[in-house]
């Protein structure tokens, strides 16, 4: 094995160079203004972690299109935003030589009805699983549609660089609308996009191929992958590595291994299997096969709580970032933390409200880190034992806001 330290530099293919191996990944924070803007309490939040010390700081949802929503609270960068704003966000997050990038993304079906009455999608498929009432049978996009969602992305990054972003990235991943176009179980479609991976790829790839074409070489360009949808019949890891092929092929700056989506939510619940259990990250055995396939960088994220299995998973090259989310809500410095101490550990306790139907109505495992966040936007401290009920209240008072708002407009 090949000794990496935590603390080395990384240089991408794009010529950029990163400080370390500490990949801050992308949480939905819900922090937005009432115009989808960047807010002061967002600013906040940011800076802490840029000076928690993580090389790359990455953004949650930032949506391509105002119209359709993942969350009532998400960031929107299109020609309706306010550039000021996200020029103080990107100043906030890039302090200590950090690595803002902006993570731009599309919900496809997996806006909530509350939020979009007739969502779009590959195909007129309508969501499975628990959380299936909450959302909308969508329809399926139409061909000129299609072109203007893949234009949508490209005109994001380019504000997203106008801005000052040091980096995008691509979220195909978590049953987001790349995602969905990408499974077989959501793309029923018969055309140019649909059937053979082959076409139901075509959406991603051109959709980075429109935003490399606005960004120039020399600007980072990243993608978030499904390992798998964990669905029979879904996206499988055959077909991902395939997909992470053909981009590599293309010229991608780095691929981040993430899995599962609203309907199997791996990539907040974690998998069942005890190799990676033991070695604490979710999609690690993936990542290795992943990187023997593919040249281009893996950032590994999901599961990470120990320096040790940090260190082991670069020294066993199944990675070359660290890709860390939620531990980040609890110790904002954790990357300076592990770089500090060979033996650092954190340990994030179960969450339950007590009602197992309420906690996935509410995707528990996410809202009470939202929480979290909101927290310090306002300026507080982080709080490890804070209660279950008063993330599942946010949730449901930000609904109720939400839903007053739309009815006086």
């Not at 996200?86 to 890039?94: F, I, L, N």
């Not at 969502?119 to 498929?125: D, F, I, K, L, Q």
């Not at 990542?287 to 260190?311: C, I, W, Y």
Request: glycine share 6%.
């Amino acid at each position: 094995m090949n000794e990496i330290e935590l603390s080395s530099s990384f240089e991408l293919p794009c010529g950029q160079k990163i400080k370390n191996r500490f990949f801050k990944s992308a949480m939905s924070e819900q922090l937005a203004d009432h115009e989808h803007n960047p807010s002061e309490g967002l600013n906040a939040l940011y800076s802490l972690w840029a000076q928690g010390g993580a090389a790359v700081v990455l953004s949650g949802n930032i949506m391509v299109d105002r119209e359709h929503l993942g969350e009532p609270r998400n960031t929107v960068l299109d020609a309706h935003s306010d550039l000021e704003k996200y020029r103080a966000w990107v100043q906030a997050a890039s302090a200590n030589d950090t690595r803002f990038w902006a993570q731009l993304n599309h919900p496809g079906k997996q806006s909530p009805k509350f939020l979009q009455k007739l969502p779009v999608a590959p195909s007129a498929v309508a969501l499975e699983g628990s959380l299936q009432l909450n959302f909308n049978k969508p329809r399926a996009l139409k061909e000129d549609e299609i072109w203007q969602v893949i234009a949508q992305f490209a005109n994001s990054a380019a504000l997203s660089k106008q801005v000052g972003f040091q980096g995008v990235q691509i979220h195909a991943a978590h049953g987001y609308l790349i995602s969905q176009f990408l499974s077989p179980r959501h793309n029923m479609r018969d055309d140019q996009w649909g059937g053979p991976l082959e076409n139901r790829m075509r959406f991603l790839l051109e959709i980075y191929r429109a935003i490399r074409k606005e960004v120039g070489d020399s600007f980072p360009v990243a993608v978030k992958l499904n390992s798998a949808d964990f669905m029979n019949g879904g996206f499988s890891e055959g077909d991902s590595i395939t997909v992470a092929q053909a981009l590599a092929k293309e010229g991608i700056d780095l691929i981040e291994v993430s899995g599962g989506s609203y309907e199997v939510p791996a990539m907040a619940d974690g998998i069942q299997k005890e190799s990676s259990k033991k070695r604490e990250a979710y999609f690690l055995d993936y990542a290795k096969e992943l990187r023997q396939s593919v040249d281009s960088p893996v950032v590994l994220t999901g599961g990470f709580r120990s320096a040790s299995a940090m260190n082991e998973a670069l020294a066993e090259e199944a990675c070359d970032l660290i890709g860390i989310a939620r531990p980040l809500a609890v110790e904002p410095d954790l990357p300076n933390r592990a770089m500090a101490d060979n033996n650092y550990k954190i340990h994030l306790r179960p969450l339950s409200t007590g009602i197992k139907k309420l906690d996935e109505m509410i995707l528990l495992n996410m809202s009470w880190y939202e929480a979290q966040f909101d927290r310090i936007a306002k300026g507080q401290s982080p709080k490890a034992n804070l209660n279950e009920w008063y993330a599942a209240w946010k949730v449901f008072k930000n609904l109720g806001v939400y839903a007053f708002k739309k009815r006086r407009a």
